[in-house]
Nanobody, 129 residues
Framework: QVQLVESGGGLVQAGGSLRLSCAAS????????MGWFRQAPGKEREFVAA????????SYTDSVKGRFTVSRDNAKNTMYLQMNSLKPEDTAVYYCAADPKYRGSYSYTPRNNYEYVYWGQGTQVTVSS
């Protein structure tokens, strides 16, 4: 079992920055592929970013490329999402997720909800215009 706890959300003006953290416990963190998803009111949960086990492979949804950076510190059992140049459309509850399965390549970064087994409770990010 893996427990995930997000932190770092809040209210920020458009153009500002936030850094989200996801602290993991219950399983060796370096064995987990990690991802960030978000869900805005009235919308489905969507993929934001993912990072592989050792942090040398990442992927992003197109709308955040160049503005968001996902990273991890395996020594601290923590994943991060640095969000810069925030826009009102980034407003959502942000969730971190963990995938414990080896899917054929250590560079693979899952982008689908169903590929993740463990989920955090989410942290609210609100960007005002």
């Amino acid at each position: 079992q893996v427990q995930l706890v997000e932190s770092g959300g809040g209210l920020v003006q458009a153009g500002g920055s936030l850094r989200l953290s996801c602290a993991a416990s219950g399983r060796t963190f370096s064995y987990l592929t990690m991802g960030w998803f978000r869900q805005a009111p009235g919308k489905e949960r969507e993929f934001v970013a993912a990072i592989n086990r050792n942090g040398d492979s990442t992927s992003y949804t197109d709308s955040v490329k160049g503005r968001f950076t996902v990273s991890r510190d395996n020594a601290k059992n923590t994943m991060y999402l640095q969000m810069n140049s925030l826009k009102p459309e980034d407003t959502a509850v942000y969730y971190c997720a963990a995938d414990p399965k080896y899917r054929g390549s250590y560079s693979y970064t899952p982008r689908n909800n169903y590929e993740y087994v463990y989920w955090g409770q989410g942290t609210q990010v609100t960007v005002s215009s």
